[in-house]
Protein backbone atom coordinates (compact mmCIF):
# COMPACT_ATOMS: atom_id res chain seq x y z
CA UNK A 1 0.00 0.00 0.00
CA UNK A 2 1.39 3.28 -1.03
CA UNK A 3 1.79 5.35 1.76
CA UNK A 4 2.32 9.67 1.59
CA UNK A 5 3.46 11.53 4.05
CA UNK A 6 3.40 15.34 3.95
CA UNK A 7 5.45 17.75 6.04
CA UNK A 8 6.61 21.84 5.62
CA UNK A 9 3.40 23.36 6.58
CA UNK A 10 3.48 26.44 8.80
CA UNK A 11 2.33 29.54 9.11
CA UNK A 12 4.00 32.96 7.60
CA UNK A 13 3.24 36.39 6.87
CA UNK A 14 1.17 37.17 3.15
CA UNK A 15 4.53 37.70 0.39
CA UNK A 16 6.23 34.59 1.89
CA UNK A 17 7.39 31.18 1.18
CA UNK A 18 6.77 27.49 1.84
CA UNK A 19 8.30 24.66 0.51
CA UNK A 20 5.57 21.50 1.30
CA UNK A 21 7.54 17.86 0.29
CA UNK A 22 5.06 14.86 -0.06
CA UNK A 23 7.20 11.48 0.89
CA UNK A 24 6.24 8.36 -0.54
CA UNK A 25 6.91 5.42 0.08
CA UNK A 26 6.13 1.53 -1.85
CA UNK A 27 5.29 3.86 -4.49
CA UNK A 28 6.08 1.95 -7.44
CA UNK A 29 4.14 3.46 -10.44
CA UNK A 30 6.33 4.37 -13.54
CA UNK A 31 4.02 6.62 -14.92
CA UNK A 32 1.20 8.09 -12.99
CA UNK A 33 0.28 11.95 -11.92
CA UNK A 34 1.14 13.23 -8.52
CA UNK A 35 -0.49 16.31 -7.66
CA UNK A 36 -1.25 18.68 -4.60
CA UNK A 37 -4.94 19.92 -3.06
CA UNK A 38 -5.83 22.19 -0.98
CA UNK A 39 -8.61 22.14 1.33
CA UNK A 40 -9.96 25.48 3.17
CA UNK A 41 -12.53 25.15 5.99
CA UNK A 42 -16.44 25.39 4.79
CA UNK A 43 -15.03 24.32 1.11
CA UNK A 44 -14.25 21.31 -1.25
CA UNK A 45 -10.61 20.41 -1.77
CA UNK A 46 -9.30 21.72 -4.81
CA UNK A 47 -6.38 20.88 -7.17
CA UNK A 48 -3.72 23.14 -6.89
CA UNK A 49 -1.37 21.06 -9.41
CA UNK A 50 0.08 18.14 -10.93
CA UNK A 51 3.03 16.56 -12.11
CA UNK A 52 3.60 13.35 -14.71
CA UNK A 53 6.01 11.36 -13.64
CA UNK A 54 6.46 10.01 -17.05
CA UNK A 55 7.93 12.91 -18.77
CA UNK A 56 8.16 15.80 -15.84
CA UNK A 57 5.52 18.01 -17.42
CA UNK A 58 3.57 20.02 -15.03
CA UNK A 59 0.53 21.85 -14.69
CA UNK A 60 -1.61 24.04 -12.60
CA UNK A 61 -4.92 25.52 -11.67
CA UNK A 62 -5.55 29.18 -12.76
CA UNK A 63 -5.42 30.70 -8.82
CA UNK A 64 -1.50 30.03 -8.89
CA UNK A 65 -0.67 32.36 -10.79
CA UNK A 66 2.92 31.28 -11.13
CA UNK A 67 3.95 31.41 -7.81
CA UNK A 68 4.31 27.77 -7.42
CA UNK A 69 6.24 25.11 -8.76
CA UNK A 70 6.02 21.29 -8.44
CA UNK A 71 8.60 19.40 -9.22
CA UNK A 72 9.70 15.65 -7.95
CA UNK A 73 12.64 14.21 -6.86
CA UNK A 74 12.38 10.47 -8.39
CA UNK A 75 15.65 9.16 -6.80
CA UNK A 76 13.73 10.28 -3.11
CA UNK A 77 10.25 9.51 -4.09
CA UNK A 78 9.84 13.11 -3.20
CA UNK A 79 7.35 15.79 -4.08
CA UNK A 80 7.88 19.19 -3.93
CA UNK A 81 5.63 22.29 -3.88
CA UNK A 82 7.34 25.32 -3.54
CA UNK A 83 4.77 28.12 -2.81
CA UNK A 84 5.80 31.78 -3.20
CA UNK A 85 4.21 34.90 -3.11
CA UNK A 86 1.69 33.50 -0.49
CA UNK A 87 -1.55 35.02 0.13
CA UNK A 88 -4.14 34.71 2.52
CA UNK A 89 -6.67 33.04 0.81
CA UNK A 90 -4.12 30.71 0.29
CA UNK A 91 -4.46 29.41 4.01
CA UNK A 92 -5.85 25.68 3.94
CA UNK A 93 -4.85 21.40 4.50
CA UNK A 94 -2.34 21.07 1.80
CA UNK A 95 -2.62 17.15 0.54
CA UNK A 96 -0.44 15.07 -1.61
CA UNK A 97 -2.29 12.43 -3.80
CA UNK A 98 -0.90 9.84 -6.16
CA UNK A 99 -2.26 6.83 -8.29
CA UNK A 100 -4.36 8.16 -10.76
CA UNK A 101 -6.96 5.95 -11.67
CA UNK A 102 -9.53 7.90 -14.15
CA UNK A 103 -10.50 11.36 -14.70
CA UNK A 104 -8.91 14.85 -14.57
CA UNK A 105 -5.73 15.37 -12.71
CA UNK A 106 -7.65 18.11 -10.56
CA UNK A 107 -11.08 15.98 -9.31
CA UNK A 108 -10.49 14.59 -6.10
CA UNK A 109 -11.79 11.56 -6.79
CA UNK A 110 -9.32 10.35 -9.40
CA UNK A 111 -6.84 9.33 -6.93
CA UNK A 112 -6.30 6.06 -5.22
CA UNK A 113 -4.07 7.72 -2.77
CA UNK A 114 -3.71 10.36 -0.22
CA UNK A 115 -1.97 12.11 2.61
CA UNK A 116 -2.63 12.96 5.56
CA UNK A 117 -2.45 16.82 5.00
CA UNK A 118 0.20 19.82 6.11
CA UNK A 119 -1.73 22.71 7.18
CA UNK A 120 -0.82 25.92 5.12
CA UNK A 121 -1.65 29.47 7.10
CA UNK A 122 -0.75 32.91 5.91
CA UNK A 123 -1.65 35.82 8.00
CA UNK A 124 -1.71 39.25 6.55
Known amino acids: QVQLVESGGGSVQAGGSLRLSCTAS????????MSWFRQAPGKEREGVGTIYTGNGGTQYADFVQGRFTISKDSTKNILYLQMNSLKPEDTAMYYC?????????????????WGQGTQVTVSS
Open 97 to 113: AAGLSEGPWNSARSYRH
Open 26 to 33: RYTYSRDF
